[in-house]
């Protein structure tokens, strides 16, 4: 008889077991923070890449590079008191993917102290964690008193916060060896940052919840959660957005407002309220939000509207319903969980992509020119590599390594020279012959950056000198003229080119040269089969200079011969006889790649 009293909590143990799933695990660092890390690569490499203009000549499709790594086949630190904790360092080489990727799980290693680290509390002091901290003494580790945005922005003793990141990176980019390991510790230190703002979306890791034997949420958070939430919409009251300077979010702001929306909106089972209590089941004062009011009587879902979306916040425990308990008590279960996800994985996903996003610095890469140096199969080819200013990276760092040029598919990496030659601006001769294809790209530890394209001109075999052109006005603007004029009958009718200009497309005027009216014309351009206009879609190499003024035009006719080669980005090169009808796809001349000659009165 006296066993009869045990039945019913074992049976009732035993009830509860079978119910828990069992194919879940935890927002851990084995497969769910890597899951998060590799689907917010994804979304930024689908969602944001393309729609920057300094990205889509951009990819993160470059070399492997070297850093310092400790991933999962190195082993975890399993031992339960190691002060310090033993830490595992293995040089390697990976792409940028796989550097942020595996940071999900060195974030996390050695476990037990930095789990410590990875809570902020958004609304009371201190913000680090102080509940169970008794019994994580236990454990031996004490209380480092670190809270995680300290943690992950520039903690000294971290060697792997978001600062470092930038400092590495800074390293990396100044170094003459591309194979340096500061490109793999950037990327490192950058994927365990977006570690820490995935934590962020963590109830208990944003409301004092030590959860020293485990937290629901992340028990029963797995890869499988978060592949099946990775498409789902993101908190659209958190503003992501913080590269540009012409933003007011920050990294560091984004990451206190996702703190404080999943602290505001969210559970963590032991900071669920207690009926008739203004504490919470770990003891804790009851915070003030989320608001929930407890009805004995009800045995359903507390509900709660969270982004314009119904999301489950608790209902009564199991044994609540049973009267094993003079008051009811709530907990979770697998549908408020799963409620939980569809709201926080696709917001950690979509703020780990920002996150990415700040962290590259915006370039451009331009090919300057490409000349003939009078030996057979050799040409110079100048080049540079312009720096946008971001809010993480407002000046660019000197540049020493990463430089490839390609000729027909043919890679050529340029070394610095000896003293370590600033390579942002490069002249080098590279071997190739007339109509080859070459660019060229920097490769700056995986993340690659890419100029147009530029169809190489054959070498004159007797170099003569340029006509210059001629220009004078017409009379009469017509809307377009249908025969060359009397003074060009050095050319066939078929080798002048029209192209007008209009008031909404004529806007490109700087000073000592060529300023164009805002009064509607013609510009005709005639050459001996070759002529050039541009703008961000179709890049010319260069002309010769035009540094007078002409004013209020009514027409222009230009005549003269231009002999550098030129192509678009989009590798479609142009010729003769269907130049015109690319001229007539284009709107503004970029003066930069399109000045000229002249002779007469003007």
């Keep these: 008889m006296e066993n009869r009293q045990y039945m019913i909590p074992v049976a009732l143990l035993l009830i509860i077991v079978l119910i828990i799933p069992q194919n879940a695990s935890a927002y851990n660092n084995v497969d769910a923070h890597q899951a998060i890390n590799a689907h917010s690569i994804e979304y930024f490499e689908q969602y944001i890449m393309p729609k920057d203009k300094y990205l889509k000549s951009a990819s993160l499709s470059g070399s492997a590079c070297t850093g310092i790594a400790w991933d999962i086949e190195d082993g975890k630190d399993d031992s339960i008191k190691t002060n310090p904790a033993r ?42 964690l102080t509940d169970q901290i008794v019994d994580w003494n236990i454990m031996s580790y004490g209380n480092p008193q670190m809270d995680a ?18 400092t590495y990176y800074t390293r990396a980019l100044e170094s003459s060896d591309p194979n340096n390991e500061n490109y793999g510790n950037a990327w490192r230190a950058l994927g365990e940052t977006m570690h820490m703002f995935a934590d962020m979306t963590v109830p208990a890791h944003v409301r004092n919840d030590g959860h020293v034997r485990y ?74 939000s989320p608001v929930l009011k407890i009805d004995p009587g009800y045995t359903g879902y507390y509900k709660r509207t969270v982004d314009g979306k119904e999301t489950l916040m608790a209902t009564q425990k199991i044994s609540s319903r049973l009267g094993l308990w003079k008051t009811p008590v709530l907990g979770m279960d697998w549908k408020v969980l799963d409620s939980q996800q569809q709201v926080l994985i696709p917001t950690a996903i979509r ?43 407002p000046t660019s760092p000197v540049i020493r390594n990463g430089v490839h040029i390609v000729v027909n598919d043919k890679d050529y990496e340029i070394t610095p020279n000896s003293a370590g030659q600033d390579m942002r601006k490069i002249t080098v001769d590279i071997p190739a012959n007339g109509n080859d294809i070459v660019y060229m790209y920097y490769d700056l530890g995986g993340y690659k950056i890419k100029s147009g394209s530029v169809k190489i001109k054959a070498a004159d075999p007797t170099p003569t000198p340029t006509p210059k052109p001629t220009l004078k006005p017409t009379p009469t603007p017509t809307k377009k003229p249908t025969s060359p004029p009397s003074t060009t009958t050095a050319f066939k009718s078929n080798d002048i080119l ?24 013609y510009l005709v351009m005639s050459g001996p089969g070759s002529s050039f206009v541009g703008d961000d879609e179709y890049l010319i190499s260069r002309v010769t200079m035009y540094t007078g003024d002409i004013s209020n035009p009514t027409m222009m006719e230009v005549t003269g011969r231009y002999w550098h080669s030129y192509g678009s980005d989009d590798n479609q090169f142009w010729d003769k006889d269907f130049v015109e009808s690319h001229f007539k796809k284009v709107g503004t001349i970029d003066i930069n790649k399109a000045t000229f000659g002249f002779s007469g009165s003007g």
């Design 87 to 128: 830490t595992t360092a293995i040089k390697k080489q990976k792409t940028v993917q796989e550097w942020i990727i595996d940071a999900g799980y060195s974030a996390d290693e050695p476990e037990a102290p930095m789990g410590l680290r990875h809570f902020y509390d958004p609304e009371r002091e201190p913000r680090y």
């Design 149 to 166: 945005y300290t943690w992950a922005f520039s903690a000294p003793d971290n060697p792997y916060n978001y600062q470092m990141a930038k």
């Design 215 to 288: 937290d629901l949420y992340e028990r029963f958070t797995h890869s499988d959660s978060v592949d099946d939430n990775a498409y789902r919409s993101p908190v659209k009251s958190l503003e992501y957005s913080c590269t540009y300077t012409d933003s007011s979010q920050t990294l560091q702001k984004l990451f206190r407002d996702m703190a404080s929306f999943t602290h505001n909106n969210f559970f963590s089972e032991d900071t669920l309220p207690l009926y008739g209590k203004t504490t919470t089941t770990n003891d804790n004062e009851l915070y003030a």
């Design 351 to 393: 703020a780990d992509a920002a996150v990415l996003d700040a962290f590259l610095p915006r370039y451009t890469v331009t090919i300057d020119s490409v000349t003939y140096t009078s030996q057979p199969g050799s040409y110079t080819l100048e080049g540079h590599i312009d720096h946008i200013a971001t809010k993480e990276w």
């Design 498 to 521: 029209y192209l007008e200009i209009t008031p909404d497309v004529a806007q490109y005027v700087t000073d000592n040269r060529l300023k164009v009216s805002f009064t509607t014309y």
